[in-house]
């Protein structure tokens, strides 16, 4: 756990051996436990290498290390510091990059679904865009140009976040159409741009003059 101490709680720490703070909202010492009986077992303090957080009088840098009774934080848990930090930031990435390859797999499925769709009945069934782009070579290009045009307005224009947004959901769902004729799957995609994680755009386009030299 963490808690100020002044020199009254260093001393008081020292003489009692049961961890005791400075609460600076009531301006008064207190001893972990007091109210609780989990005290804290003070058996060492350690002070910082060069002794200067003890000399800066009012609150002191130090280290309490006891062996507690019972739960140290007041949430009853056994410690304070149970928030990993790297754990929540790997958990909302997680969940993120989860939600973004699901979306993107589902639309996918539906392109590739469209693309069975035609190769395997004579019908044209209901009505789909996916279709006509799939035999409309022309028009599918046409779109994935006028798409891509129409995303780059949106920064020359400075249209809102929301239009950005909704341009590029234009442009990856009509590319991945393209990718549906290619048979190009988003995973060959994502896999491209991992192995371009580890070199600088401009490290790669000079590699490129090399190779070709
Ligand atoms: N994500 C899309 C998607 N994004 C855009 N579009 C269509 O693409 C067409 C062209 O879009 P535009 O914004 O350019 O529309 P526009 O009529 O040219 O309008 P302007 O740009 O001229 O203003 C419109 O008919 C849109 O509805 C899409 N059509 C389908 N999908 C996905 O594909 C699935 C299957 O769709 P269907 O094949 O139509 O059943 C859908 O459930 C969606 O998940």
Redesign the pocket.
């Known amino acids: 756990m963490q808690g100020f101490a002044n020199r009254d709680a260093l001393a008081t720490t020292i003489s009692s051996r049961k961890a005791t703070f400075y609460s600076r909202s009531r301006s008064s010492l207190w001893t972990k436990g007091e109210t609780s009986n989990n005290f804290i077992n003070v058996y060492d303090i350690f002070l910082d290498c060069d002794h200067d957080s003890v000399m800066t009088t009012l609150l002191l840098q130090i280290i309490y290390l006891g062996k507690p009774d019972g739960p140290t934080c007041h949430t009853g848990s056994e410690t304070c510091y149970y928030t990993s930090v790297l754990d929540s930031l790997e958990t909302e990435q997680a969940a993120g990059s989860r939600l973004a390859s699901t979306t993107l797999y589902s639309?996918e499925s539906?392109?590739f679904q469209?693309r069975a769709e035609i190769e395997t009945t004579t019908e044209s069934g209901?009505?789909?865009?996916?279709?006509r782009l799939l035999l409309n070579q022309d028009l599918l290009c046409s779109?994935i140009r006028?798409?891509a045009d129409?995303l780059c307005r949106t920064l020359e224009d400075n249209e809102d976040k929301g239009r950005a947004a909704s341009e590029m959901?234009?442009v990856l769902?009509?590319a991945m159409v393209l990718l549906a004729l290619k048979d190009v799957k988003m995973e060959d995609v994502l896999d491209v741009l991992r192995r371009r994680f580890s070199q600088s755009g401009i490290e790669e386009k000079g590699s490129r003059g090399k190779q070709k030299s």
Request: aromatic share 12%; glycine share 6%; charged share 45%.
């Open positions: 639309l539906t392109v469209r209901k009505p789909s865009w996916t279709k779109k006028e798409e129409e959901g234009d769902y009509h």
